[in-house]
């Protein structure tokens, strides 16, 4: 895929190294231009700006007949090379392909637009670091490698789904011993368990794989990404987060893993406006900031509306212990009060459908992991209980 009125040559050299390796190719043009670029012809035309409506226009087609390429078992592999906006095309145009399809993008657009891209596809990023210009010695190196790889890749149509349950969960750094665990539990009652970093691009792939309904039931342990929404920190899922599972009807359940804590990145990216509130370098490019109790009200009432659409069954587990390895007794983010506005508020705007259960220990405790699988095990279990209870 690629713009052929500006990016023709490269795309004609691409699709001949993946054919030399015994692979057929398709080419599908997302350019602007009214003239179509044949595979050898001279694209050293002034480049235009398409306004953006016309790009959509184009990503959509474009989507539209991958869509049906995909059905009809046309294509095992999607490839693209592009600047800015044929990255921009490129990435609505493979959104529906399924997760582990091949999608390799070959771009010399800033490095910004290819972190969004790695946001919201598993797409193969292969940056340029020089201007797509026509073949040359440092295009040429680029390109073979790109055509090698794609060729190397081919789609495998997902095998019958397997008769085991599957399990999204929750991580973070300060919340593994309880992953870890749950993990483990899940195995043990012939599960398997999916993990996901609850770092913004984590939350934002879980939520688009139980939409697609890759998963049975979801133990969302850690989410901190609500705290980075609400506050303004770096590790924000967006505002979809904590609806999935809801919409697809699965069970799920919630605990306040890590809502102790906004991400940042170095101190001096930390913004003005929060000057003098209690922060730790968890690493030289990482600052958390502690939340205060306000903000753990917010974020639980935000837990609590997003919830409220469940129609599954849903149970939310509060470790009065602790939510993070540095909310424990002596820990540096140790702030009972504070806790226990999430707590609350969560409590206080739940429909009765909902329960909220306060469990005596830390999250990282075994037993707070062992009641988080065992509710979930038992709710996936034919003939389990499919009351929201423990």
């Known amino acids: 895929m690629a713009t052929l009125d500006t990016k023709g040559r490269e795309s004609a050299y691409l699709a001949r190294v993946i054919e030399q390796w015994g692979r057929k190719t398709l080419t599908i043009d997302v350019g602007t231009s009214n003239r179509r ?10 480049r235009v700006a398409a306004p953006a409506e016309l790009l959509r226009e184009i990503a959509a087609s474009a989507r539209e007949e991958v869509k049906e390429l995909l059905r009809s078992g046309a294509i095992d592999a999607a490839v693209g090379v592009a600047g800015g906006k044929g990255s921009a095309v490129f990435g609505e145009v493979v959104s529906d392909l399924p997760y582990g399809f091949p999608k390799l993008l070959v771009s010399s657009a800033r490095p910004a637009l290819l972190a969004e891209l790695a946001l919201h596809h598993d797409i193969i990023l292969y940056p340029t670091l020089v201007d797509l210009f026509g073949i040359n010695a440092f295009t040429e190196r680029v390109l073979d490698n790109a055509g090698r790889a794609i060729a190397a890749m081919r789609h495998v149509p997902a095998r019958e789904r397997r008769k085991r349950k599957t399990v999204a969960i929750t991580a973070f750094g300060v919340t593994t011993p309880a992953a870890n665990r749950c993990v483990a539990r899940l195995a043990e009652a012939g599960f398997d368990a999916i993990v996901f970093p609850a770092n913004g691009a984590g939350g934002r792939k879980m939520e688009q794989l139980v939409s697609a309904g890759e998963f049975d039931a979801v133990i969302d342990l850690t989410t901190t990404e609500l705290a980075d929404e609400l506050v303004g920190g770096t590790a924000s899922a967006g505002p979809d987060r904590l609806k999935a599972a809801s919409h697809r009807m699965i069970p799920q359940l919630i605990a306040p893993g890590a809502v102790d804590m906004v991400n940042f990145g170095p101190p001096s990216s930390v913004p003005a406006e929060f000057k003098g509130r209690q922060f730790y370098s968890h690493t030289p490019f990482t600052t958390l900031m502690r939340t205060t109790a306000s903000e753990n009200e917010r974020i639980g009432t935000l837990t609590a509306e997003r919830l409220s659409q469940a129609k599954a069954p849903a149970l939310v587990l509060w470790p009065a212990k602790g939510v993070s390895d540095y909310d424990r007794d002596g820990g540096i983010f140790r702030n009972p009060e504070a806790d226990r506005a ?10 009765p459908s909902i329960i909220a259960r306060e469990l005596d220990c830390h999250i990282n405790d075994p037993e707070f992991a062992d009641a988080a699988a065992s509710w979930i095990v038992e709710r996936l279990t034919p003939g389990g209980s499919s009351r929201a209870d423990v």
């Not at 044949?38 to 002034?46: F, V, Y």
């Not at 999430?342 to 429909?351: E, K, S, T």
């Open 37 to 46: 670029c044949r595979s050898e012809a001279d694209s050293s035309d002034e």
């Open 342 to 351: 999430w707590f609350d508020a969560v409590r206080q705007n739940l429909p």
